[in-house]
């Protein structure tokens, strides 16, 4: 079985319900697989052979994900594209991948620099001549593509993660690697024919895991070219949303939305948060203000979106607040210390996992995999604990981790307790070079609106709750906190920025 089967699944099942909708246009299931089909065969026309790489770029649109569909259909490998990510990095995840082709909608070419090779336009205004998803499939409306007999390694997908070496890193998820995760969110989520997923999130990054779950069980997707606040609101009160992935920023972001109290979000049953981890505080405040629905997925591009994951039932236990549950279906998950031991319960080691959704590798560095898959374990480069129940719980990034005169600082700590502070709205952790500590804890916040701004009275809270080594000898302010194309906080970006006005 191969990912795409998950779509007939669905199709087969509701025909006639509505797939995919993007709140001005809705496609059923039957319109849907025949536009993924066509597009396919055109796919395959201009490329016979498996195993093309396709680029595509876009916001979340209908287009978008019938390409990605197609790709799949046809046999080919995808090549996720994130407009919100800068130019140069683009550039050079186009230039990496030897592409064969790209897709992209209209308002993304001035993304990156077009080379020269064919292209699809998705979304289009009209304004070029070059070919289109919307001609493609007239042309062949009504034809299948072929079915390419491929071996479950082949490469389904390659997507992109940034490495210590400067270099993006292409992430080779095979075809084995997406059946995994498809079946671990169904396995602990059960998804169902009336749940409606709310694509807020990038369709190249978080939201694509969710696509092929729901609609193998003839769910619908309710996509957003551009996630605002009060839009992500207005469509999970029109469409009643039961399920969407979030990364912490942006559930902020509605909570901070002005009149959240009077939206209706009780449709919502899988409100799931990852990418980053979000503070014991902010959960309940997520909890009190979106219902018993909060969930956490913990995952890698190495390991896409679910090396571990916590239902909202597992999550009411305060115990679990600050854990990123446990292991999923057909994953191993343990920490190992510098020496390759596993660790028992309680020792604090590096997150190693095994199983059916670890990576091929990175594409063309074998090296940088060979560091990465040892022995069969992945290594995550996060440090954590496991209990004896078998739930996880994150410290840090190793790389990330202070070393204060002597102590060990892991910034998430601190970053959890400077959350508590009521006049915090976002903040992140990180170390800068110092002549007498060797590294001198530092952090940046964005406060709430209105808010003032007290530097001794938040030391003094934090004093309090993490101690004098822990708390920031400096604390910056700033309007907006450095986030990735996906919502992340940017540590690094953090320590680049603030630590030169210390």
């Known amino acids: 079985m191969y990912p795409i089967d998950n779509l007939y699944r669905g199709w087969r099942r509701r025909p006639d319900a509505v797939a995919v909708e993007d709140g001005a246009r809705g496609l059923g299931y039957a319109e849907l697989v025949e536009r993924v089909e066509a597009l396919a ?10 195993q093309a790489r396709i680029g595509i770029c876009g916001y979340n649109t209908i287009e978008h994900v019938t390409a990605i569909l197609a790709v799949y259909a046809a046999g080919h490998t995808w090549v996720a594209l994130n407009p919100r990510n800068g130019k140069p990095e683009l550039d050079a995840i186009i230039g990496s991948t030897r592409l064969d082709l790209i897709i992209a909608d209209e308002n993304c070419l001035d993304r990156f ?15 070029r001549n070059d070919s289109s998803i919307a001609a493609l499939i007239a042309a062949h409306r009504g034809a299948r593509p072929r079915r390419h007999a491929l071996p479950l390694d082949a490469a389904q997908t390659i997507k992109f993660t940034g490495g210590s ?48 779950p729901i609609l193998s069980m003839g769910g619908r997707h309710v996509l957003l070219e551009q996630p605002r606040p009060a839009a992500i609101l207005d469509a999970i009160e029109r469409a009643r949303v039961t399920t969407s992935f979030m990364p912490p920023t942006m559930i902020y972001a509605l909570m901070a939305e002005p009149g959240f109290a009077r939206r209706d979000v009780s449709s919502l049953r899988h409100l799931q948060y990852g990418a980053a981890p979000m503070p014991p505080d902010r959960i309940r405040e997520a909890r ?12 890698q591009t190495e390991a896409p979106m679910m090396i571990t994951c916590m239902t909202a039932a597992e999550l009411a236990d305060e115990d679990n607040l600050a854990s990123v549950g446990r292991a999923t279906f057909l994953m191993d998950v343990a920490m190992m210390d510098d020496k390759g031991r596993i660790l028992p ?48 719980f994150i410290k840090d990034r190793i790389r990330d981790m202070i070393i204060s005169g002597g102590f060990n600082v892991y910034p998430t700590d601190v970053e959890a307790a400077l959350a508590q502070h009521p006049a915090v709205h976002e903040c992140i952790v990180f170390g800068v070079p110092d002549p007498k500590w060797g590294e001198r804890v530092e952090a940046a916040i964005q406060l709430k609106p209105g808010a003032a701004f007290d530097e001794a009275g938040i030391v003094g809270f934090l004093k309090e709750r993490v101690g004098s080594v822990k708390t920031p000898k400096k604390i910056h302010v700033a309007a907006q906190l450095p986030k990735s194309a996906v919502g992340k906080v940017l540590r690094r970006e953090a320590r680049r920025l603030f630590a030169e006005n210390s």
């Open 41 to 50: 065969v055109a796919l395959q026309a201009r490329f016979p052979q498996p």
């Open 345 to 392: 319960p309680g020792e604090m080691g590096e997150i190693v996992c095994r199983g059916d959704l670890i990576m091929n590798g990175y594409l063309d560095m074998p090296e940088e995999t060979a560091k990465t898959i040892v022995d069969g374990w992945l290594h995550t480069g996060d440090a954590g604990t496991i209990d004896a129940r078998g739930y996880v």
């Open 288 to 299: 009190a203000k979106f219902g018993d629905c909060i969930e956490v997925v913990y995952g």
């Open 113 to 127: 620099t077009l080379p020269d090779l064919p292209l699809i336009l998705g979304e289009t205004d009209g304004k």
């Open 165 to 212: 070496t400067g270099r993006p890193k292409g992430v080779v998820q095979s075809y084995r690697c997406v059946n995994t995760s498809i079946a671990s969110y169904l396995h602990h989520f059960r998804f169902g024919a009336d749940d409606v997923n709310l694509c807020a999130a990038p369709v190249t990054h978080g939201s694509s895991h969710y696509l092929l």
